[in-house]
């Protein structure tokens, strides 16, 4: 972490929220909670939602850093980051090809396959005639995601022929790449990440078939296990896997890397975000504070991650 003196060393600073995909409203609530924790440390920081205002309002107001909390396509997917790029803007988070990698689930799987990353075995799902090619391939059950969504948008279990069609055509709505992906049964966890490296993990545990968006945010019987389950021996070995399948993608600073375990006990990646939520209940913030991590504390080490970078 940049050695930061004074909080007036970050100058004015954007908290980029909102944006215009499906998680809207959380990247919202991320934001709301992310610039009360700037202003109350005396940052001079300001709202700026990337669906009503114009990048050019960035360089008027003479923005120093941006901190990024647009989850979803246009933010998380490296196009607010090419802008920025372009603009001499630093900004929190993943690069560009991070940042794209990372959104991209069928694309991240194809670079953790190159690196002997395991993640459950897929199919693409281009047409419906694959439907029923991926059933004979892969068997039941499976789970059908859109490739470019959060927040467990468009997913579904299928566990006959008759759901994988259903959850075919449902995911296909989100104007993305599809897939299916072989069902994984055991114990979830997540891996948050600051300053490249891992915080201690977060075991969940939902009574719903997955963690799916109501055990996310609409339910209290999601329960979240922080200090885990897990030895200490394997806490480390999950820690060190997933920063290593973080940093194939390109992920820098910080984010979150899901998995679970197969019924053999091995792990297996699920996912990464390069923009996680960043609510006072969220996974990220709660990992960072089983660390001694205060959320205005870790708000400002993800800030200081843009100091001395760009010209
Ligand atoms: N192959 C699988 N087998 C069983 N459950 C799965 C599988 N893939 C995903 N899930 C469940 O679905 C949830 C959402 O999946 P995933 O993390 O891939 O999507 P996401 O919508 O991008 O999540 P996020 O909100 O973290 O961005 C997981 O947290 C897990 O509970
Ligand atoms: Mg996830």
Redesign the pocket.
């Known amino acids: 972490m940049s050695q930061i003196k004074t909080v007036k060393e970050f100058g004015k600073v954007a908290v980029a929220m909102g944006g215009n995909a499906a998680e809207r409203e959380i990247s919202l609530m991320s934001g709301a909670a992310v610039l009360k924790a700037l202003l109350s440390q005396g940052v001079d920081a300001f709202a700026f939602d990337t669906k009503t205002q114009t990048l050019d309002e960035l360089k008027i107001l003479g923005v120093d850093r941006v901190f990024n909390i647009v989850h979803g396509r246009g933010g998380e997917d490296g196009q607010l980051q090419g802008a920025l790029e372009l603009l001499s803007v630093p900004y929190t988070g993943s690069g560009v090809l991070g940042s794209a990698l990372g959104m991209d689930k069928l694309r991240t799987k194809f670079c953790w396959l190159g690196m002997g990353i395991p993640t459950p075995k897929w199919m693409e799902l281009k047409e419906t005639a694959d439907v029923d090619v991926c059933a004979k391939n892969l068997g039941f059950p499976l789970m059908v995601k859109p490739a470019l969504e959060?927040s467990?948008l468009g997913m579904a279990k299928a566990d006959n022929i008759e759901e994988l069609y259903a959850a075919y055509e449902n995911a296909a709505k989100f104007s993305c790449d599809v897939m299916a992906e072989q069902w994984v049964s055991g114990r979830e966890y997540?891996v948050a990440i600051l300053e490249d490296k891992a915080l201690p993990m977060i075991r969940l545990e939902t009574p719903n078939d997955f963690?799916d968006y109501e055990a996310k945010y609409k339910t209290n019987t999601t329960k979240y296990h922080c200090p885990c389950d897990l030895s200490e021996e394997q806490e480390g070995e999950f820690q060190r896997l997933s920063v290593k399948a973080f940093k194939a993608l390109g992920g820098t600073g910080w984010g979150?890397v899901?998995l679970m375990l197969d019924q053999n006990g091995r792990p297996q990646l699920?996912?990464i975000?390069t923009v996680p939520g960043m609510t006072d209940h969220s996974l990220v913030p709660m990992a960072a504070k089983q660390a001694g991590v205060d959320f205005n504390e870790l708000v400002l080490r993800i800030l200081s991650s843009t100091m001395g970078e760009l010209a």
Request: proline share 0%; net charge negative.
């Open positions: 959060g467990s997540t963690y979150r899901d699920l996912e975000n």
